[in-house]
Antibody, heavy 125, light 105 residues
């Protein structure tokens, strides 16, 4: 059974940093790209960042580019999101999501077949 | 930046067919995925690559995509299908629609 378990969320002041983790199990982690998707309270889904199987391709939404860094450790079956210079508008539930495409990359065929329960990040003074 | 537009809400009677649309410039040239999300739960993939259903998704869910509009169709809608539905596509990066709340009444 595929499981994605996020951790690391919490309440943080504007301008500070936070690191999210996602521990994966139930599938061959390094066969797939992985992503972070967030959802602000009462709002829709927003893709944040994606990373290919061997980290050779990384991409970010414009809203977080230069502030967030995605990474993965295939030996630990883990995905990370380092968030710096946090803003109030970054407040959201952050989901770790597995790319459905077996090839390791992400592109026009990308979809998300498994999601974690999410980790809540609240940015407030 | 590329935008996907969805109606905020759609209502359907139990047993009837629900159609949820997603529009975007030349969307028919892109692959579209659909997710449903019930309150307090994580999104679930129900359609990918326009028309394909993941294992475990009921046959009453189907998808199409042509021109500027993709459509998720739920045949014989059940009360358990009441949820928010999001479309997703790719245009240089991942894009989500704003979501449609499906009410079954």
């Amino acid at each position: 059974e595929v499981q994605l378990v996020e951790s690391g969320g919490g309440l943080v002041q504007p301008g500070r940093s936070l690191r999210l983790s996602c521990e994966a199990s139930g599938f061959t982690f390094d066969d797939y790209a992985m992503h972070w998707v967030r959802q602000a309270p009462g709002k829709g889904l927003e893709w944040v960042s994606g990373i290919s199987w061997h980290s050779d391709r990384i991409d970010y939404a414009d809203s977080v580019k230069g502030r967030f860094t995605i990474s993965r450790d295939n030996a630990k079956n883990s995905l990370y999101l380092q968030m710096t210079s946090l803003r109030a508008e970054d407040t959201a539930l952050y989901y770790c999501a597995k790319d459905a495409k077996l090839s390791g990359g992400f592109d026009m065929m990308t979809s998300f077949d498994y999601w974690g329960l999410g980790s809540l990040v609240t940015v407030s003074s | 930046s590329y935008e996907l537009t969805q109606a905020p809400s759609v209502s359907v009677s139990p047993g009837q067919t629900a159609s949820i649309t997603c529009s975007g410039d030349k969307l028919g040239q892109k692959y579209v995925s659909w997710y449903h999300q019930k309150p307090g739960q994580s999104p679930v993939l129900v359609i990918y690559q326009d028309t394909k259903r993941p294992s475990g998704i009921p046959e009453r869910f189907s998808g199409s995509n042509s021109g500027n509009t993709a459509t998720l169709t739920i045949s014989g809608t059940q009360a358990m299908d009441e949820a928010d539905y999001f479309c997703q596509a790719w245009d240089s990066s991942v894009v989500f629609g704003g979501g449609t709340k499906l009410t079954v009444l």
